[in-house]
């Protein structure tokens, strides 16, 4: 009877598995239980919860000079950004500045909601050009889906640990179906291809708004020299790997019409 159960449970998550695939802008195929409608309500909430207690403690947009500087890079990636995915015009785009000067971080939720430590600023001094290939890469995660991709992976596990339970023992609920909240997209590390496909776009958005493509190259060097130094929470949801410079600097002789375009040359 275990076995037949355990067939079931494998045919279920097959189908299931068959049934919600789609393509990105990148071209690549997308595991997706969750749309991205729902990702996107579901990070309204998740935002406000994120940020209500850091606002509480005056730890939100307080420098109202860093502010405007993050706004105004911010600003013209996210021109770039409608104009690759026009619907996305129809986002509620923010971005807040978080004080808190010993984390390096950044992140972009579903349907624009964006946020940059000054750790990340101050720790690695970054240039205007490296703030836009950080957030540049932040916002094509929005624009890749990837919220919504992490999500769906999270509750297919917890569908399979859910069905395995139930074939075992019928008399007890079970194990609760994930919780499509959008704070796991924010907790789990990218993939190493979602990492490809966000550093592919980001750079793209950030050198047609006319930031250096090179600034990609010299940011993550300056994430590897200083990673030792504690507080780098973004290297724990962007798995980094060796060859990561390499292939952004491969990338670099393509982007450069895109930013000599944009900078009238």
């Known amino acids: 009877m275990k076995h037949y159960s355990l067939i079931v449970i ?6 299931t598995t068959l049934t919600a695939c789609q393509k990105n802008l990148a071209g690549r195929t997308q595991f997706m239980l969750v749309t991205e409608s729902s990702a996107i309500e579901a990070s309204k909430q998740a935002y406000v919860d994120t940020l209500s207690p850091l606002q509480q403690a005056g730890k939100v947009d307080n420098n109202p000079k860093m502010v405007q500087r993050v706004n105004r890079i911010t600003d013209k990636l996210i021109q770039e950004a409608i104009k690759k995915r026009p619907e996305t015009k129809d986002w509620a785009w923010s971005v807040k500045v978080i004080d808190e000067p010993n984390t390096v971080n950044a992140w972009c939720m579903a349907g624009g909601k964006m946020a940059i430590y000054t750790g990340l600023i101050n720790k690695l001094n970054a240039t205007d050009d490296e703030i836009a290939q950080v957030m540049g890469h932040e916002i094509s995660h929005a624009l890749l889906n990837h919220s919504a991709e992490r999500m769906s992976l999270a509750m297919a596990n917890n569908m399979a640990l859910s069905l395995l339970q ?32 966000a550093d592919k776009v980001g750079i793209e958005l950030a050198a047609k708004a006319g930031f250096d493509p090179n600034a990609a190259v010299t940011l993550w060097q300056k994430m590897a020299k200083n990673s030792g130094s504690g507080g780098f929470e973004f290297l724990s949801t962007h ?11 491969k990338m670099i002789p393509l982007m450069m019409p895109y930013y000599q375009a944009a900078k009238g040359q």
Do not use: C, H, W, Y
């Open 10 to 15: 494998f045919l279920t998550i097959a189908l």
């Open 166 to 197: 139930k074939s075992i023992d019928a008399g007890e609920q079970g194990m609760a179906l994930a919780n499509a909240a959008a704070q796991v997209a924010l907790t789990l590390p990218n993939s190493r291809q979602g990492e490809k496909d």
């Open 239 to 249: 798995p980094s790997p060796e060859n990561r410079q390499e292939k952004l600097k």
